[in-house]
């Protein structure tokens, strides 16, 4: 039996199978009795070497944030790869230790057979359309960006690949002359005088549009002031005209109260005046 420090205890057979579920089952891992963290030297005093092995794998495994996590995209693999195992940056093209397959170092997906840019890489094709537009050019062999400032069309990468600036073919492989070259280029300076152009045509658009909608919201904000001016007014004169009738009731109540003493009086007089008479 094993006595665990929850004073529970298992025998053998169970206590195995509650580790081997927990390696099964991330949410389960590491093996808790009343949720306590198994110690690991118990785990490993019950389990075979094969089964060692695996809850060590496991461990490592899971250890890692999901995110951080490589997996063979190989459907027949699908093993995990351990961080030792990953190459040159973890956005770099790696194979699988398990099975050689490439993968792509971007979505981590199967490599892009005949396509070494990935579908996913969204900063390099913005890169790639910058590219387009001032003409620069990515070595065959490495496939890094060249720019060229100064000389002929012959280039040299910094991986010492050889290729025509002009249209991007291995040195000595295509007919591009000079003139060719310059051809280019001034095809790329009217291209971007183009792109000038209409970049400003945008920013003019985009100007006037500004410009209405900021009209727009002072049209509104005029109106919402005229309409609160109106609700002033109109609270102005409910005001005023409560006040007057305040005043009119006021003056009503006076009235009434002065007419009933002018009643009373008189009544207090004919009374006297009858009790006179009768005196005499």
Same mark, same amino acid.
């Given at each position: 039996?094993?006595?665990?420090?929850?004073?529970?205890?298992?025998?053998?057979?169970?206590? =195995?199978?509650?580790?081997?579920?927990?390696?099964?089952?991330?949410?389960?891992?590491?093996?808790?009795?009343?949720?306590? +963290?198994?110690? /690991?030297?118990?785990?490993?005093?019950? $389990?075979?070497?094969?089964?060692?092995?695996?809850y060590k794998q496991k461990a490592a495994e899971w250890a *890692?944030?999901?995110? @951080?996590?490589?997996?063979?995209?190989?459907? @027949?693999? &699908? @093993?995990?790869?351990?961080?030792?195992?990953?190459?040159?940056?973890?956005?770099?093209?790696?194979?699988?230790?398990?099975?050689? =397959?490439?993968?792509?170092?971007?979505?981590?997906?199967?490599?892009?057979?005949?396509?070494?840019?990935?579908? *996913?890489?969204?900063? $390099?094709? &913005?890169?790639?359309?910058?590219?387009? =537009?001032?003409?620069?050019?990515?070595?065959?062999?490495?496939?890094?960006?060249? %720019? @060229?400032? &100064?000389?002929?069309?012959?280039?040299?990468?910094?991986?010492? &690949?050889?290729?025509?600036?002009?249209?991007?073919?291995?040195?000595?492989?295509?007919?591009?002359?000079?003139?060719?070259?310059?051809?280019?280029? +001034?095809?790329?300076?009217?291209?971007?005088?183009? /792109?000038?152009?209409?970049?400003? !045509? %945008?920013?003019?658009?985009?100007?006037?549009?500004?410009?209405?909608?900021?009209?727009? +919201?002072?049209?509104?904000?005029?109106?919402?002031?005229?309409?609160?001016?109106?609700?002033?007014?109109?609270?102005?004169?409910?005001? %005023?005209?409560?006040? $007057? $009738?305040? %005043?009119?009731? /006021?003056?009503?109540?006076?009235?009434?109260?002065? +007419?009933?003493?002018?009643?009373?009086?008189?009544?207090v007089e004919t009374i006297r005046s009858s009790i006179e008479? !009768?005196?005499?």
């Amino acid at each position: 039996m094993t006595l665990l420090g929850c004073t529970h205890s298992y025998c053998k057979p169970c206590f =195995t199978t509650l580790i081997t579920t927990a390696v099964q089952t991330e949410s389960l891992f590491p093996p808790k009795c009343c949720l306590t +963290e198994i110690p /690991l030297k118990t785990v490993l005093s019950v $389990l075979d070497d094969e089964q060692r092995d695996s809850y060590k794998q496991k461990a490592a495994e899971w250890a *890692q944030s999901p995110e @951080k996590r490589w997996y063979c995209p190989e459907p @027949k693999c &699908a @093993k995990w790869i351990a961080p030792s195992k990953i190459h040159h940056g973890r956005m770099s093209p790696q194979t699988c230790p398990h099975c050689q =397959t490439k993968i792509c170092g971007m979505c981590r997906g199967l490599g892009h057979e005949g396509n070494t840019n990935c579908p *996913q890489d969204f900063g $390099l094709n &913005a890169m790639l359309d910058l590219a387009e =537009t001032e003409g620069w050019r990515r070595c065959y062999n490495c496939r890094s960006l060249v %720019e @060229k400032t &100064a000389g002929c069309r012959h280039m040299t990468c910094t991986c010492k &690949a050889q290729f025509c600036y002009t249209c991007g073919s291995k040195w000595k492989t295509c007919g591009c002359t000079e003139v060719d070259q310059a051809r280019r280029e +001034e095809q790329l300076r009217e291209r971007r005088r183009g /792109l000038d152009v209409e970049a400003r !045509r %945008e920013e003019e658009e985009i100007a006037r549009a500004i410009a209405e909608v900021e009209a727009a +919201e002072r049209r509104e904000a005029q109106e919402r002031r005229a309409a609160e001016r109106r609700r002033e007014e109109q609270r102005r004169r409910e005001e %005023e005209e409560l006040r $007057l $009738l305040e %005043e009119l009731r /006021l003056a009503a109540e006076e009235q009434r109260r002065r +007419e009933e003493e002018e009643a009373e009086r008189k009544r207090v007089e004919t009374i006297r005046s009858s009790i006179e008479e !009768r005196r005499c």
